[in-house]
């Protein structure tokens, strides 16, 4: 992780309010989040509990909501979750929880069928990445939707679609490794742009 926890998490405050219109308006994230989507409602009949880790203002967590038992959300910056509470009380859902939590801690140990992150675990080190998947597989949910920055071939270095200064991505042999080496099998891997796309992953 280039900087710290609290440093992102100062970071994500300050721009929380404004973050969906920023990030709404490019097609890779528009993608991306579809697809996540598709993929997680793909494992939920109704009744299952969703983790959603580095929910940030809830994209993808309070589009579950309807088709899910409950959905925990989970983000290390207060503001971005202030966000998502606001839109989950206008939505007027009522099988929601919020709470401050990492990857590698998400501060959680209730029963979970389905882990969720879109554009999240970027921030972390290769390393880290393999710790925090091993963490969450270890909650025991069937399914991780993994969205991201991700390199499916060699990045160019003059149109980034990540910022170098905070943002760590992987290669998606890495990311596939370390849900293999967590018990996953990789059913779906989707390309959205050669830095961009979402890893399904379901238990073994």
Not at 87 to 101: I, P, Q, R, S
Not at 116 to 127: G, I, K, R, T, Y
Not at 154 to 181: I, K, M, Q, R, W
Request: aromatic fraction near 6%; include cysteine; proline fraction near 4%.
């Amino acid at each position: 992780m280039k900087k710290s926890i609290d440093e992102h998490a100062a970071r994500f405050d300050e721009v929380a309010a404004e973050y969906d219109d920023e990030h709404n308006q490019t097609d890779e994230y528009r993608a991306c989040v579809s697809l996540v989507l598709d993929h997680a409602r793909d494992a939920l009949s109704g009744t299952e509990t969703v983790l959603d880790v580095g929910c940030g203002t809830g994209a993808i967590g309070l589009s579950l909501a309807e088709d899910a038992g409950s959905v925990v959300f989970r983000d290390i910056s207060e503001g971005m979750l202030d966000e998502a509470r606001r839109k989950a009380d206008e939505a007027g859902l009522t099988n929601v929880e919020f709470g401050e939590g990492t990857f590698r801690e998400p501060n959680y140990d209730g029963d979970v069928d389905l882990v969720v992150s879109n554009f999240a675990m970027h921030h972390l080190s290769d390393e880290e990445k393999r710790e925090a998947i091993d963490v969450l597989g270890a909650l025991g949910p069937d399914r991780i939707v993994l969205g991201d920055v991700m390199f499916f071939g060699e990045p160019d270095p003059d149109e980034p679609f990540y910022s170098p200064e905070v943002d760590d991505p992987s290669t998606v042999g890495h990311l596939a490794d370390c849900f293999t080496d967590a018990g996953y099998a990789l059913i779906a891997v989707e390309p959205v742009h050669d830095q961009v796309g979402v890893l399904v992953g379901e238990r073994v």
